[in-house]
């Protein structure tokens, strides 16, 4: 656990109603569950679980208007990644260019003098916005399943 930064720890007065510590965005629970002793392996896992939620998603309902039948590249290059304090999902590579433009779009620019008049299809955006619930429920899951093998560190 070495290079952790201690987060900003409650002060030892707490009042009797007030002895559970509040933590606000998923960076400081990460924090503290470290700073438990949690490896960080498990916490990476913790937020792929979620990420995946939203990529299986996105591969399941992506519609796209253009594209050849059976090539899938797009599809296909839609993966997870995560690290110690987020999740992330990601489309596109080297080969699959234009994942951007499909998922923001890409409209006539006079100052540049490009025309495309490709719409948005937000896939990605999509899949979060519908399993928001799912992830969230998910996530508590399993940052719950981490507090209770373990011990948060005392208040000083």
């Known amino acids: 656990m070495a290079g952790r930064r201690v987060p900003k720890r409650p002060s030892a007065n707490l009042t009797k109603e007030q002895r559970s510590i509040i933590l ?3 960076a400081d629970t990460m924090e503290w569950l470290g700073l438990a002793g949690a490896p ?3 916490l ?3 937020n792929n679980e979620a990420a995946r939620i939203v990529s299986q998603s996105a591969k399941a309902t992506a519609n796209f208007k253009y594209s050849k039948p059976g090539t899938g590249r797009l ?5 997870t990644a995560s690290t110690v304090n987020r999740a992330i999902v990601r489309a596109g590579n080297k080969s699959v ?3 951007g433009a499909i998922h923001w779009g890409w409209y006539y620019d006079r100052n540049y003098f490009i025309y495309k008049n490709i719409e948005p299809n937000p896939f990605l955006s999509k899949a979060l916005g519908y399993n928001r619930e799912e992830i969230l429920r998910t996530y508590k899951e399993q940052v719950d399943k981490l507090l209770a093998e373990y011990k948060p560190p005392r208040p000083r």
């Open 75 to 79: 599809l296909r290059s839609i993966r």
């Open 97 to 99: 260019p234009y994942a």
């Open 44 to 46: 990476k896992a913790a």
């Open 40 to 42: 960080d392996k498990a």
């Open 24 to 26: 606000k965005g998923s």
